[in-house]
């Protein structure tokens, strides 16, 4: 059998190390892929936006059984639409589907048609009808773009002033074109937050582990929000709070899809704030989460392949979705001045040494290599993932790994993993 894992970052080097441990797999490959996912993956540099029609010839040159997509972007693109067409077996949710995601706007009006719930919010395409709503508030709300923004579109506004800024920037200076037409601004919800994951086929639901990510780029949450700066697994969540989101969250939506007849097949990825033991939805992710699936995965003890086919063929079912009792902690490198400018280029050392780690596994993102080093290439350059028999020991297994890794302005956050449940 032969894989194709659309995608270059964390995440997808994940997807292609839990792919290589199906023995029926004999060929992995990655478009753009990393230098890192080079060691398990043909990694081809294919234009893969737009008509798909050179990633889709590369899949027949190669007779290529099955695509996994990583990233959002691909999905907005409708890549699952075009290879339905082609009859290519394809992992991810079609383009309607995908619009969960890739319109806030309309994942809104769904919550709210279907009372999942969610921030009160309205939605804007005016800058004075936005402005008048925002001098109304009683709080400084958050501001959002309704497209992909690449993780920067939302403004936790500190002060209504800081709220309308984000709108002028938006839809008069048109900072993210597009994507920022229309604006949705909800109120900020307090709590913790939690990234709940589930796989269905359109017919059933199935809950992953629970995970939780850090997207402030400092310790203590603090700073600029980021990609994610690590995540770990299990994020103890009580049972009672479980089965509040699957009743109120996660059953909802899937029904709400099926009434606006979408056959939503994949990873339904809910951002969630637990605010006294009530889930909010603040957003939906259409595809599996980066650094969450650096978790995730190592603690699955089923074999993904099945689980990927399974969906496709609608008999998630019958799928036994294992998990490994011990737990993981991802913490990310990223360089120095992300998520802002940042420099590229620095040798990277200690990775060999870390490389024969037990409990330890390097998920590349960022890099690149030449001659025998790996140089940085990103923001953010990889994830170390550490795995014990309880969260603090894989926290450690990571933290004690990366002590022998260096690269110049590189920078981590040192309390991944150190936060409480729910
Ligand atoms: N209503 C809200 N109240 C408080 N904080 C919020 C609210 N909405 C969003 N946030 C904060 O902003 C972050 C990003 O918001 P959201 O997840 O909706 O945007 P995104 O750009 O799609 O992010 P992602 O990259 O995770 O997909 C959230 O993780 C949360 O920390
Ligand atoms: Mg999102």
Known sequence: MKVL?????????????????????????????????QNIAHCAKIPCEKDFSQVAQFIKENKID??????????????????GEEGLKIFGPTKEAARLETSKVYAKNFMKKYAIPTARFETFSALDKALTYIDKQDEPPVVKVDGL???????????????????????QDKIFGLAGERIVIEEKLKGGEISFFVLTDGKSVKPLVSSKDHKPL?????GPNTGGMGAFSPAPLKPYLFRKIMKRVVIPTLQGLKKEKIVYKGVLYFGLMIYSGEPFVLEYN????????????????????????????????TIDLRWRSRAATCVVLASGGYPDSYEKGKIIKGLDEVSKIKNVFTFYAGVK??????????????????????????????????????FEGMHYRKDIGCTRGY
Not at 15 to 33: A, H, M, S, T, Y
Not at 66 to 83: K, Q, R, S, W
Not at 218 to 222: F, S, T
């Open 149 to 171: 923004a690449g993780g920067k579109g939302a403004f936790v506004a500190k002060s209504k002033e800081v709220a309308m800024d984000a709108c002028r920037k938006i839809i």
């Open 286 to 317: 259409c595809r599996f989460g980066d650094p969450e699936t650096q978790v995730t995965l190592p603690r699955l003890g089923s074999d993904v392949v099945d689980i990927f086919q399974a969906i496709d063929q609608e008999m998630l079912e």
């Open 369 to 406: 290599r030449e001659n025998k080093n790996f140089l940085t290439d990103g923001g953010r350059v990889m994830g170390i993932t550490g795995m014990g028999k309880n969260l603090k020991e894989s926290a450690k297994a990571a933290y004690r790994a990366i002590q022998k890794i260096y």
């Open 66 to 83: 099955l695509t996994i997509v990583g990233p959002e972007a691909p999905l907005a693109d409708g890549i699952v639409d075009v290879f």
């Open 218 to 222: 400092y310790d203590k949450g603090r």
């Open 5 to 37: 894992v659309i995608g270059g970052g964390g995440r997808e080097h994940t997807l292609c190390w839990k792919i290589f441990q199906n023995p029926e797999v004999q060929d992995i490959f990655c478009i753009p892929g990393n230098a890192g996912i």
